[in-house]
């Protein structure tokens, strides 16, 4: 990952944070030598639950009350439906490209190509949905927990 993508994961990062950090308390300067030993694990809160993604805490815990930030790693030819969230979240694709659309059903018309570097936000129960191609894409995602995951009807 080059400079200017790191900047922008950590940019997107300490906005989400900054508007609801308490000065004395969660501090955490994580390498990405360091987040790479931390505990990775299937689906959590706030996750698709969808197999073969992995998912990695990196500050906070998104079942609980508070600002949260979690890394998610999601392989190639992965298809996650439209789903809503209870709490207002923001990413940044860290590497490969993520396919991000808004919407109540997974439509190819909706999807956006996001490659390293992008941001974007999932608003408060507003129905988003994404997929990888050929590549695998990590995304970081911050919010303020507690967290949540609903699928919408299929249509």
């Known amino acids: ?24 308390n969660g501090q955490t ?47 190639p030819h992965t298809r996650i439906a439209a789903h809503t969230h209870r709490d207002a979240r923001s990413a940044v694709v860290v590497s490969g490209t993520w396919y991000f659309g808004y919407g109540a059903a997974l439509t190819e018309d909706r999807l956006k190509q996001l490659p390293a570097g992008s941001f974007y936000t999932e608003p408060a129960d507003d129905a988003h949905f994404a997929l990888t191609r050929d590549e695998p894409a ?3 995602i911050t919010g303020v927990g507690p967290t949540d995951t609903h699928f919408t009807p299929h249509r």
């Open 1 to 24: 990952m080059n400079a200017r993508a790191v900047g922008a994961v950590l940019c997107g990062i300490a906005f989400a944070l900054a508007a609801h950090a308490d000065p004395g």
């Open 29 to 75: 300067r994580l390498t990405p030598g360091e987040i790479a030993h931390l505990g990775k694990g299937g689906a959590g809160p706030g996750t698709s639950g969808i197999d073969g993604i992995r998912t990695t805490v990196l500050m906070g815990d998104p079942s609980k009350p508070g600002p949260y930030a979690i890394e998610i790693r999601v392989p």
């Open 138 to 140: 990590v995304v970081y």
